[in-house]
């Protein structure tokens, strides 16, 4: 699934002026090559024609397989802590949870972030952008992540498994409460 930001996405990239005249037709992110917008439009297809032979993960393109067989590889890996990353850039924001480094500032409430893309999702409180429409009902939201965990509500699909019930949830977060509960009733 970030599913990650798109490279070529303008609303991670707010500075970017340049011209992206190609649009999705579901969630309204604007691509300035038309082949861009082809392979982004495969997340929507949920389609995951490639897959991982390592942990059997599946992804939308031949693109983003290749950015996740670096995580197995060790190819991107962090000295502090032994995680390992897609991409090199990927890397490098990630060492700044260790540095404590927050280059990314907010223009209205001054608030502080590690990465460009944080602060993209953070402004959209103050404009009150919500630009990943549900295709199904009227719902919008500010993050792609939040459509795909609003999109169980219309699939049905509950990934998030009680290891002690067997008992399924859409939210992971159901599931801490669901299982926060057995631990509380069970010492009692």
Known sequence: MKTGADSNDITEHPHDDKPRPYVCTVCDKRFAKKKNLNVHEQVHAGEKLYACTVCEKSFANQRSLMRHINVHSGKH???????????????????????????????VCSKRFAASSALVIHSRIHSGEKPYKCHMCDKAFRQSIDLNTHMRVHTGDKPHKCSLCNRSFNQSSNLQIHSAGLVTSKSN
């Open 77 to 107: 890996k962090c000295t502090e802590c032994g995680k390992c990353f897609g991409s090199n850039h990927m890397l490098a924001e990630h060492r700044r949870i260790h540095s404590g480094e927050k280059p990314f500032e907010c223009t």
